[in-house]
């Protein structure tokens, strides 16, 4: 098992540039997240998806857009990067039931660079 | 709304000290699960435990333990006798439960990093 994968593990990119971030997990879990992480501000949650093609805003979706096709992909797009997007972008997944343990399995980040 | 609170933002130690790293969290739900996640520099995510409200037990798994207190809303770490390879930001994350009662958002505090030193 490859747990939760994450591609790009870079990226530089140019204001105003688009580009899709690719999570992918073979664990079957029903649950995945986008989050970034910045100095001194923790995790905060941009978008999550409850199954295949549902998708729901988190804390700070602004800038960013989802989809969840598949249930195993849950693609994070920048439309048009501003610095502001600069930051390392965490996916993660769970299993979802009753009494499930609830923990977040994380992928490795991608480091994304706006200039 | 949710919130968790890691109020010390860093902590240095010698080796082999005791440290406690503290967590208070809000919330208005009666179901809720808290988790402690470890970041070392290498930048991955490291889940450690999860508790749920409805068990106060204090657990204890080799050098580490974990205080739960819903009286105080606090659920701190202490890692005993610290070593170096301790050193890493810790987060603290509260899950909101759904209808359906997963766990299924969690609200992380900002992490308090931890440097051990020799």
């Known amino acids: 098992n490859a747990g939760v994968t994450q591609t790009p593990k870079f990226r530089v990119l140019k204001t105003g540039q688009s580009m899709t971030l690719l999570c992918a997990q073979d664990?079957?879990?029903?649950?995945m997240y986008w989050y970034r992480q910045d100095p001194g501000m923790g995790l905060r949650l941009i978008h999550y998806?409850?199954?295949?093609?549902?998708?729901a805003k988190g804390e700070v979706p602004d800038g960013y857009n989802v989809s969840r096709l598949k249930k195993q992909n849950f693609l994070l797009g920048l439309e048009s990067a501003a610095p502001s997007q600069t930051s390392v972008y965490f996916c993660?997944?769970?299993?979802?039931?009753?009494?499930?343990?609830?923990?977040?399995?994380f992928g490795p980040g991608t480091r994304l660079t706006v200039l | 709304a949710q919130k968790v609170t890691q109020a010390q933002t860093e902590i240095s130690v010698v080796e082999k000290e005791d440290v406690t790293l503290d967590c208070v969290y809000e919330?208005?739900?009666?179901?809720?699960?808290l988790f402690w996640y470890k970041q070392p520099p290498s930048g991955e995510l490291v889940f450690l435990i999860r508790r749920n409200s409805f068990d106060e037990q204090n657990e204890i798994s080799g050098r580490y333990s974990w205080n739960f207190q819903k009286s105080t809303s606090s659920f701190n770490f202490t890692i005993t006798a610290s070593q170096v390879v301790d050193s890493a930001v810790y987060f603290c994350a509260l899950s909101e439960v759904n209808s359906g009662g997963s766990n299924y958002k969690l609200t992380f505090g900002k992490g308090t990093l931890l440097t051990v030193n020799p």
């Open positions: 664990m079957n879990h029903e649950y």
């Open positions: 998806s409850v199954g295949e093609g549902t998708t």
């Open positions: 993660a997944s769970t299993i979802a039931g009753l009494g499930r343990t609830g923990e977040q399995f």
């Open positions: 919330t208005r739900d009666t179901t809720y699960y």
